[in-house]
């Protein structure tokens, strides 16, 4: 008899023991992860006390992640905390910058212990409260503020070559460019320059083929801030590209922007309006369809760019007008639409098209092209339309919670 007590005492403790995780765990927070940069192994094995479910609607914090490139090439990342259910109406952000340079490891750290803090006002009122613990180590007073003897000047040089051959064909190609930006609150100073050379061979039965194609482009931007939802600034450009025809183009513009939403909330949403006034030179390598060697327009470019990231997905899409001033008849319409739709639980849909109404074709070359040139694509062929779409989607369904990490072969 006094061993089936002590037998019973035991169960009575084991079972205590095993409810009181069970109870916390069923308290435990929902977290849904918008991120497309975060790992969601690293997260799960460093925050295990949340669940990770696998849709939105199942959960108690939708948390939305979006980055922005610095002046000095870091990121800056925001996360957007959205309280559902239990914690409807509890909102929270915050935003804090990744350097040049961070490594992989250390950008998980940083994202993972940002996120932790971000979620302490959902985790106070939750069972959990009773295990955050908070400690606060001011920086020391006194330290002498870092000069910059760069002046917010960053220089970027890249390079890359690639030599491919087999028994009848051998291809080539090299790219380098220049990057040099200056970017403060007030004003944004680019330039970017690009080479590219590229040349295939072919080798048939009675005849070899050579294909060649160059291209050079240099960009210069000044643009000057006015307020948190206006803008000014200026480009001048430069291409030189066989493809296209151009020995050279020279292009000047002056641009004013307006941006519906504030610029502090642009890696989220922005609306922009950008009307462009310029002049366009351009000097052909071969004599054009309209027996012209050089010409020169006043252009008109109207663009209108709307980008989203919100709890029903993310959403982006660009219209733009160009127009000569000089000859009203020749003209572009340009236009990209992109979106990817949580519709319900577990289902996304993704889909985008870009299409182009082309009537602006002036540079033409007036001896046409060769058969080589048309099948290999080296120059560009007269048409009067660009037209390109893509449709995708993706169904998960199953358990909501799986918090486990296993990584065997690399899976």
């Known amino acids: 008899m006094e061993k089936m007590k002590k037998l019973s005492t035991l169960l009575f403790f084991g079972l205590f023991i095993t409810l009181l995780p069970a109870q916390e765990s069923e ?52 996360y957007e905390l959205i309280g559902q259910d239990r914690f409807s109406g509890l909102k929270d952000s915050l935003s804090f910058v990744l350097p040049l340079g961070t490594s992989e490891n250390e950008q998980n750290e940083r994202l993972t212990a940002e996120l932790e803090t971000a979620l302490i006002p959902f985790l106070a009122q939750t069972n959990y409260r009773k295990f955050l613990s908070f400690s606060y180590h001011p920086e020391e007073k006194g330290g002498a503020s870092v000069a910059d003897p760069w002046k917010n000047w960053v ?10 051959k087999e028994a009848s064909f051998r291809s080539s190609n090299l790219r380098s460019t220049v990057t040099i930006r200056k970017v403060t609150p007030e004003l944004r100073l680019q330039s970017y320059n690009y080479l590219g050379l590229n040349e295939s061979l072919f080798n048939t039965e009675d005849s070899q083929v050579r294909s060649i194609s160059r291209e050079l482009y240099s960009s210069n931007v000044a643009i000057k801030s006015i307020s948190d939802h206006w803008s000014y600034g200026g480009e001048v450009e430069f291409r030189s590209s066989w493809f296209d025809n151009l020995k050279f183009q020279n292009r000047y513009w002056l641009a004013l922007e307006y941006n519906l939403f504030p610029y502090s909330e642009s890696s989220r949403r922005q609306l922009r309006i950008t009307p462009e006034l310029g002049y366009d030179y351009r000097h052909y390598n071969d004599t054009t369809i309209y027996n012209r060697i050089r010409e020169g327009f006043l252009a008109l470019d109207l ?54 109404l082309i009537r602006n074709q002036v540079g033409l070359p007036q001896a046409g092209l060769t058969r080589e040139e048309v099948l290999l694509q080296q120059r560009q062929q007269a048409t009067n339309f660009r037209l390109s779409t893509s449709l995708g989607f993706s169904y998960t369904f199953g358990s909501i919670y799986n918090n486990v990490v296993n990584p065997r072969f690399g899976y």
């Open 27 to 78: 308290d435990a927070l929902r977290l849904y992860i918008d991120c497309s940069f975060c790992s969601q192994d690293y997260l799960r094995q460093h925050l295990p006390y949340l669940e990770y479910v696998r849709s939105r609607q199942m959960a108690d914090v939708h948390l939305i992640a979006s980055q922005w490139p610095t002046a000095a090439r870091g990121k800056e990342v925001r």
């Open 155 to 164: 220089f970027t040089l890249s390079a890359s070559g690639r030599y491919r």
């Open 303 to 356: 663009q209108a760019a709307l980008e989203m990231k919100e709890q029903w997905g993310e959403a982006s899409t660009y219209i733009e007008v160009v127009s000569f001033l000089n000859d009203p008849a020749r003209y572009q319409l340009n236009l990209w639409a992109g979106v990817s739709l949580n519709l319900f639980q577990g289902l996304t849909l993704n889909l985008d098209c870009d299409a182009s």
